[in-house]
């Protein structure tokens, strides 16, 4: 079972969902020349589970989404389309894409 950290954000009636894969928290990426770094403070650090992650992208306004196996969640629900996908290096492993994706609902 694949886990994600999630974090939720309300305010003035809206709500954010934050969300990444697990292996990436903290990470910091590369995005055309600029890093891009999948921080706990913004994604949070409580562990759900596929299910659960599901559940809050339905009842969200918006969400903010990171990691290449949660991206890949959404397409495969119908929730986002591949060309949404913004593809970014893993300056660990150049080989290695992690795919960003924002959600308006």
């Given amino acids: ?8 954000i309300e305010q003035a009636g809206e709500k954010l969902v934050a969300a990444c894969d ?9 995005s055309n020349g600029v890093k891009i770094k ?13 299910k659960e992650f599901l559940d809050a992208i339905k009842c969200c306004t918006s ?9 890949k969640l ?9 060309e949404a ?3 970014m290096e893993n300056p660990a492993n150049k080989k290695d894409k ?4 924002i959600l308006i609902t």
């Fill in 38 to 50: 999948a921080s706990s403070k913004f994604y949070g650090n409580e562990l759900v589970t596929e």
């Fill in 1 to 8: 079972m694949t886990d994600f950290f999630m974090k939720i």
């Fill in 74 to 82: 959404l397409v495969k629900n119908r929730i986002i389309h591949e």
């Fill in 98 to 101: 992690i795919g960003h994706a």
């Fill in 63 to 71: 969400a903010n989404v990171i990691g290449t196996k949660i991206v």
């Fill in 85 to 87: 996908i913004l593809w």
């Fill in 22 to 30: 697990k292996e990436i928290l903290d990470v910091e990426l590369l």
